[in-house]
């Protein structure tokens, strides 16, 4: 039986700024993925052939969902707080209602390894990528796929919903932002007409080569600000902040590392940009890195906000979740 260990009162200062290590969550498997519950009551972590369900209110593992046959490489919870979504390795995305730990929905479609999947606002619909580069758009209920995009670019890396929650925001290696009407499947806007080639990236790759690296191996993202209608995206060692509605790029900033994932604390108006052991937070309405930590280090890059606003939270390789908290208020 694994040994589950819990750090509640462990807090420490790691920066020389505001950032402090408020808890430890710890198990003994690698976290390839992290996520919250819009109620902030429970915590999901996803692993080898493992999901972790977290109690964060009484701070201890409540369950853990075992003999799963695959990695589990990207976890979301519903709107509702009652069910996480697991993006598998064997193409699938399962559902498993959280009360009674039971798996009640298969989600068939893909043909191809998911890296990730985005739960609407709405509650009513979640969209999964796979390394081909077809992203499905699937309603939760019903469990079935209402509309299918397979996009013929060398690597979509990421994808998301727009604001309105009416249009994909995809994110493609050569820099382009597509935006698409989810009920027509067709092209809106196009963001960043300045494409870099593939061959900036990894000279000589082949396509199927490229298709099959994880988007950890690539400075490349999007995070889709909700609040503000906006869009940061970076690229190697430089981050941009885009306007949707007018396609404009209002700034950019040179970074002295390349972040491989990222997430967005729009409460505090702060992005973390993590590579490895290196997590740098940026204050996309400054245009600066205001603050960098440097953690154990994880392959898979994992990283979430806790709801509140409150907590920015990393996955690492010893199995730990960590909860920095930043005590700054939103302008």
Excluded at 2 to 27: C, D, G, H, W
Excluded at 37 to 58: P, Y
Excluded at 76 to 88: Q, R
Aim: charged share 25%; with cysteine.
């Amino acid at each position: 039986m694994r040994t589950i260990i819990l750090f509640l009162s462990f807090v420490i200062t790691i920066f020389s700024q505001a950032p402090e290590l408020k808890v430890e969550l710890k198990n003994t498997s690698q976290v390839y993925c992290v996520a919250v519950s819009d109620d902030g009551k429970f915590m999901a972590t996803g692993s080898v052939g493992k999901v972790f369900i977290w109690d964060l209110e009484e701070g201890r593992l409540v369950h853990c969902i075992k003999n799963l046959l695959y990695p589990v490489f990207s976890i979301g919870f519903t709107t509702d707080s009652k069910s996480i979504l697991l993006a598998m390795g064997n193409n699938n995305v399962e559902m498993w209602d959280i009360e009674s730990f039971t798996k009640t929905t298969t989600f068939f479609g893909h043909s191809y390894m998911l890296k990730d999947l985005k739960v609407g606002k709405n509650g009513k619909y979640f969209l999964s990528l796979d390394y081909k580069n077809k992203i499905i758009l699937w309603d939760i209920n019903k469990g079935k796929a209402l509309r299918e995009f397979d996009l013929p670019v060398s690597l979509v890396h990421s994808a998301d919903f727009s604001p309105s929650g009416k249009e994909l925001i995809i994110g493609q290696m050569d820099g382009e932002i597509p935006i698409i009407d989810l009920a027509t499947g067709k092209t809106i806007k196009s963001i960043n007409n300045k494409k870099m080639l593939s061959e900036d990236y990894r000279p000589g790759m082949s396509e199927d080569s490229i298709r099959m690296l994880a988007v950890r191996d690539y400075s490349l993202g999007n995070i889709v600000l909700k609040d503000d209608n906006k869009i940061i995206a970076y690229h190697a060692n430089l981050v941009t902040l885009w306007d949707i509605e007018s396609g404009i790029q209002e700034k950019y900033l040179p970074l002295n590392f390349t972040p491989s994932r990222s997430v967005v604390n729009e409460k505090l108006d702060i992005a973390a940009l993590r590579n490895g052991k290196t997590l740098k937070f940026f204050d996309y309405n400054k245009n600066r890195i205001i603050d960098s930590a440097f953690l154990s280090g994880n392959d898979f890059n994992a990283l979430a906000v806790h709801p509140s606003g409150k907590y920015f939270l990393t996955g690492e390789m010893d199995g730990s979740v960590k909860f920095l908290n930043r005590r700054r208020a939103k302008r």
